[in-house]
């Protein structure tokens, strides 16, 4: 079938072309910049996300990890406790026999079951009928031996100790006045008190860990001091969203004057540096070091002067008219700071994997702003730090970050580090926002031991 | 292709890299070489150059968007038609919902007859294409103009291809007599609309 209708459509509309509207680019630049913002605003949003968990994760571990330190606190008091109770009671026991009392000394709890043996062997001798007044008595200072021992386990152990010990003076008394039966009495009462004992104590020299030993393991095993390396990367954001005026240095070195250009709110951020950190206490560790640091945004400007092209405007009552718009261009920004980070960090968790939230403040000193054409049809532009640079040369931040660390052998540790630096003032010297960055960072540790 | 941008020849493979990589200047560079091209494109598909414009700006940022997916299987300004369509139908998706579901399978295809067109100016002949009722103009432009079979439009805009072909021929039907009218209009004037 022929299709010359259609032919002749095709022919009509070939090669046709009509001008849009004078303001559709305008309405499509502004789209695009919009979609831009908004795909690195999802990325802010990720980001900001990401240091939330870790904050709330954070937040929990802290709980987790200060109840834990409660209880072991309240079980170490406890432990102290008894200790002390033993060694008060250690002279008694050394002044009453001799060989017993260093093992008593040495080891308090478990010469209780030597004891209760000696006072089942003593009290077994002294039900056999003897007059050996001299070995009985033997086997009652023996039994008073033991007397401290049970009075610092329980109470009801101590006041039996008790009786038994005012019954013991009686005993020597009997034993002076040469009365067997009293002894044996009282060798009975002793036997009790003892098999008392020995049901109520469970083996607790097996359960407490000698704290002492425990605490100088852990000083040897300590991280006291490392120095690492360090590498981050994230999100720039200037604090306002949408384009904003925004006053820089011009493209050109001349001192012609600029004139108003819009800047994207978001860039990227990237640092590398080294750190050294030091343990302070049990669970705190101060970390300072240096880094590099740098932020890149991109600007659009629509602004040009005889043919050069500015990039920045200064104030409104600093332009020309001289100058004139054109057709809107992309520019890169990239601030180049040196930083000098101190902050404190409290380890949630201080094992193989370690899980700490650091905190301070950094002094970042502008070493330069560097301008660039992505086109590459201008060549750079670079201003370093002073009076004539439109950005302050030193900027104080706040800097909020996790840290979540593996320890590799003895003498290495790897550690993420998602985190927000906050500036205090605005970079810009007559800027009004506040700029921050919401990174993640990776930590090479080497540990000095 | 080669474009004069600012006195700068840009080939297309430049401009491509150059907006892939974000650069405005490359975006604007593309937008002002393809601009009118796409514009006369989105006028035959849409009722005003309102709406053609909405539609051109719909298809520049998808183009933004999508240039760095590009692979040059095809020419660029190829590529950028097809995306100019589809913004095109996507704009009128809702309208075409409503286009009356004649599902005429054997609706008979009228024998292609002459027509002169040379004697239009081409804004004529936009103002009785943007005439026709939506259907009618979406699948007239698919058909005559972009040369889309039957199966091709059916599958594109989700209906039948009987439809489409009933759609088509009173398309037709409507352009005879608008351009009947058109050219009536011209004699009676003596000069070309």
């Not at chain 1, 009671?89 to 060989?99: H, I, L, M, R």
């Not at chain 1, 425990?214 to 954001?237: D, I």
Request: hydrophobic fraction near 35%; aromatic fraction near 8%; charged fraction near 20%.
């Amino acid at each position: 079938m022929e299709r010359r209708f259609e032919d002749e459509w095709r022919r009509a509309f070939d090669g046709a072309e009509v001008e849009p509207g004078a303001g559709t680019w305008q309405g499509i630049e502004a789209a695009v910049v919009a979609a831009e913002n908004g795909v690195m605003r999802h990325r802010i949003v990720f980001y900001q996300r990401l240091a939330a968990a870790s904050v709330l994760f954070a937040i929990s571990m802290s709980v987790v990890g200060i109840y834990q330190w409660n209880s072991s606190k309240k079980l170490a008091d406890q432990n102290e406790m008894v200790l002390h109770n033993i060694q008060q009671q250690s002279p008694v026991t050394k002044s009453a026999g001799g060989t017993e009392a260093s093992v008593s000394e040495n080891n308090p709890l478990k010469t209780t079951s030597k004891v209760v043996e000696q006072r089942e062997s003593g009290n077994r001798n002294t039900m056999q009928p003897t007059d050996n007044q001299g070995q009985a008595s033997k086997h009652f200072l023996g039994s008073s031996d033991a007397l401290p021992v049970m009075r610092q386990n329980t109470t009801e152990v101590a006041a039996g100790t008790n009786s038994a010990e005012g019954q013991l003076a009686e005993i020597t008394g009997t034993h002076q006045t040469g009365t067997v039966l009293n002894n044996q009495t009282v060798v009975e009462q002793q036997a009790e008190v003892a098999e008392t004992k020995t049901e109520q104590e469970p083996p607790v020299t097996e359960q407490v860990p000698d704290p002492a030993v425990e605490k100088a393991q852990k000083a040897v095993n300590r991280e006291n001091l490392w120095a690492a390396v360090n590498f981050a990367a994230g999100n720039y954001g200037t604090g306002t969203s949408g384009t904003m005026s925004y006053a820089a240095p011009m493209y050109s070195a001349s001192s012609m004057p600029a004139t108003a250009s819009s800047r994207q709110p978001v860039g990227v951020s990237r640092s590398v540096g080294i750190s050294v950190g030091k343990r302070i206490g049990a669970r705190w560790v101060v970390v300072s070091g240096l880094s590099y640091l740098t932020q890149t945004s991109s600007f659009t400007s629509n602004t040009s002067n005889q043919g050069q092209v500015y990039l920045y405007g200064l104030t409104s009552s600093n332009q020309s008219s001289a100058v004139t718009y054109g057709s809107p261009y992309s520019i890169n920004s990239v601030l180049e700071f040196l930083s000098v980070p101190l902050q404190a960090g409290y380890m949630i968790i201080d094992q193989k994997v370690g899980f700490q939230v650091n905190s301070g403040v950094s002094a970042d000193f502008l070493l330069k702003n560097t301008l660039e054409d992505p086109s590459g049809q201008k060549s750079n532009y670079s201003q370093g730090a002073g009076e004539d640079s439109p950005y302050r040369s030193v900027n104080w931040a706040g800097l909020v970050n996790t840290e979540l660390s593996y320890r590799i052998g003895r003498q290495y540790r790897i550690s993420v580090m998602p985190g927000i630096r906050y500036f205090f003032s605005p970079i810009l010297k007559n800027g009004s926002s506040h700029s921050y960055t919401a990174d993640l960072g990776f930590r090479f540790r080497y540990i000095l031991r | 292709m080669s474009n004069s941008h600012n006195g700068y020849m840009i080939s297309d493979e430049e401009l491509i890299k150059g907006c892939s990589a974000g650069n405005r200047a490359s975006q604007k560079a593309l937008y002002d070489q393809y601009a009118r091209k796409m514009m006369a494109i989105c006028l035959r598909y849409s009722r005003s150059p309102a709406e053609a414009e909405d539609v051109l700006q719909e298809g520049f940022i998808k183009v933004f968007a999508n240039l760095p997916r590009f692979r040059g299987e095809s020419r660029l300004d190829t590529w950028m038609t097809r995306i100019m369509i589809n913004a095109a139908l996507n704009l009128n998706r809702q309208k075409l919902y409503l286009m009356p579901m004649v599902d005429i399978q054997d609706a008979p295809l009228h024998d292609s007859e002459e027509v002169n067109l040379a004697q239009f100016h081409f804004s004529e002949l936009i103002r009785i294409i943007q005439s026709l009722p939506d259907g009618c103009r979406i699948i007239f432009n698919l058909f005559a103009v972009e040369g889309y079979s039957h199966k091709e439009i059916a599958s594109l805009l989700q209906i039948s291809e009987g439809t489409s072909k009933s759609q088509y021929n009173r398309a037709k039907s409507l352009l005879r007599i608008k351009l009947n009218d058109a050219g009536n209009e011209q004699e009676r004037y003596g000069k070309k609309i």
